[in-house]
C-alpha cells in the first residue's frame, strides 16, 4: 500500500502505524490523512495556478513478506526495491526504513532488539524497515520514494538551442503540476514486481 506523504513542504508528520490505510483513495491527492490532504491540494493548486510544478514524496508499507526473502550481497531485497523506484520517471530518492533520519541516532539507539512474543521471534523497534543485511526479517517493510518537480512548465524558461543561442521557450499543452497522485499505483505495482522476484529465488533457493 503506498500513499503521498509530502508535497512541496506540505509533509504528513505521521507514522503509518497511525493511518488508516484504507482512506487512501478517499481524497485525490491519495493520502490518508483528511486534513494534511486537503492542504497538500491547496499547495498543487498554487503551484498550478502559478504555471509551475511540485514534487514530494510517496511512503509505500508493505506488510506479510516471511522473513528469508533476499540475499546478503548481489540481491538484497532493499537494493533490488531502490532500484525499481529509481527507474520510474522523475523519482530522485529512495530511503528505506529510518533512512537519513536514522544518521543522528546512536547505535544503541537505532538497533532492533530482538524479543519473543506471542507470534514468535520479533524486533521491539523497525529502524531496518523490515530488512536487515539485504534479507527480510518478517517486519513489515516500508520506504519513501522522492520525486522531483514536473521539468516541463507552462511558464518561459531560458536555454541554449541547438547551435548554442540562448532563448526563450515557452511550452505548451497539458501537463500537471504535480505527478505525486498517480504515481502511487506506479510505486505499488514495481514494489509487487520486485516481490514476485524475490519469492521466485526464495523457492529456487529451497531446492
Known amino acids: 500500500q503506498a500513499f503521498v506523504s509530502q508535497v512541496g513542504e506540505v509533509k504528513l508528520d505521521k507514522s ?4 488508516d490505510l484504507s482512506k487512501v483513495e478517499e481524497t485525490i491527492v491519495r493520502c490518508p490523512d483528511p486534513d494534511t490532504a486537503e492542504k497538500m491540494i491547496a499547495r498543487i493548486e498554487a503551484a498550478a495556478k502559478d504555471r ?19 540475499e546478503p550481497v548481489f540481491n538484497k531485497l532493499h537494493a533490488d526495491l531502490g532500484f525499481a523506484m529509481l527507474g520510474i520517471n522523475a523519482v530522485k530518492g529512495f530511503e528505506y526504513g529510518s533512512g537519513f533520519a536514522g ?3 546512536s547505535g544503541s539507539e537505532h538497533n532492533d532488539i530482538f524479543i519473543h512474543t506471542e507470534e514468535g ?15 527480510s526479517n518478517g517486519e513489515d517493510i516500508y520506504f519513501n ?10 511558464k518561459e524558461q531560458s536555454t541554449v538551442d541547438k547551435d548554442s543561442n540562448e532563448v526563450i521557450i515557452n511550452p505548451k499543452g497539458r501537463h500537471d503540476p504535480c505527478v505525486l497522485p498517480r504515481a502511487v499505483p506506479i510505486v505499488e505495482a514495481m ?13 529456487l533457493n529451497s531446492i
Open 16 to 19: 503509518y502505524t497511525e493511518l
Open 52 to 70: 509551475d510544478t511540485v514534487g514530494g514524496v510517496i511512503t509505500c508499507v508493505i506488510k506479510g513478506v516471511p522473513a528469508g526473502w533476499g
Open 103 to 105: 544518521t543522528k541516532l
Open 121 to 135: 521471534v520479533r524486533t521491539k523497534t523497525n529502524n531496518s524497515g523490515g530488512i536487515q543485511g539485504g534479507i
Open 145 to 154: 520514494v522522492a520525486f522531483k518537480p514536473v521539468a516541463t512548465l507552462l
Open 191 to 203: 514494489a509487487a514486481l520486485v516481490l514476485a522476484d524475490h519469492f521466485l529465488l526464495s523457492k
